[in-house]
């Protein structure tokens, strides 16, 4: 059975390596965002997916797992760590 996002790449009679090149996504990614193994998607690839898909977000949020609440940012930076305040000599 066929994922919403994988019918749409047939339809455009696109490849997976086709299609990630096209998105601009590694292939690998993209092969597991077609199968339901990612569990977060950053709302910048789902803007790649829908115009490489040619279809509307929306579309791209209901083939994709996430939580009702819509897109979760999924952060690619690691937060800064917090700098600890010294003791005030007495």
Not at 14 to 21: I, V
Request: hydrophobic fraction near 35%; charged fraction near 35%; avoid cysteine.
């Amino acid at each position: 059975m066929d994922t919403p996002l994988r019918e749409a790449r047939n339809r455009l009679g696109l490849r997976l390596h086709e299609m990630a090149e096209v998105a601009g996504l590694s292939m690998a990614y993209l092969s597991k965002l077609e199968r339901g193994l990612v569990s977060s998607v950053d709302l910048r690839d789902a803007r790649r997916l829908a115009r490489a898909y040619d279809v509307t977000l929306d579309e791209v949020e209901r083939s994709l797992p996430l939580p009702p609440s819509g897109f979760p940012v999924a952060s690619r930076r690691r937060p800064k760590p917090r700098r600890r305040k010294r003791a005030k000599k007495a």
